[in-house]
């Protein structure tokens, strides 16, 4: 089992930043996959950035350029380093862990840009 704790959403001006933080416990050396999502009512989740052990860092294109996603090992901890935020990022923020064949999710975190 893994548990996921999301933390650093907030309310931001167009052009501001935030930083996420999700923390891991349980049987985290296990993990081999850190991500996050976002939702938007009515519409799929969406991938927004992972690492992986495997294939390294990625961001969906949107946020490249943008978002940074790193992992502290020694705090168990995944940061989502959000800068430009702009409106379209407006969205819940769910951080996703993987021990395959399980996949784990947070409660989610709720990022709020306004124009």
């Known amino acids: 089992q893994v548990q996921l704790v999301e933390s650093g959403g907030g309310s931001v001006q167009a052009g501001g930043s935030l930083r996420l933080s999700c923390a891991a416990s349980?049987?985290?050396?296990?993990?081999?996959?850190m991500g996050w999502y976002r939702q938007v009512p009515g519409k799929q989740r969406e991938l927004v950035a992972f690492?992986?052990?495997?294939?390294?860092?990625n961001y969906v294109d949107s946020v490249k350029g943008r978002f940074t996603i790193s992992r502290d090992n020694a705090k168990n901890t995944v940061f989502l380093q959000m800068n430009s935020l702009k409106p379209d990022d407006a969205a819940v923020y769910y951080c996703?862990?993987?021990?395959?064949?399980?996949?784990?999710w947070g409660r989610g975190t709720q990022v709020t840009v306004s124009s």
């Open positions: 996703n862990a993987r021990v395959p064949p399980w996949v784990y």
């Open positions: 690492i992986s052990s495997i294939t390294g860092t």
């Open positions: 349980g049987s985290i050396s296990s993990i081999n996959f």
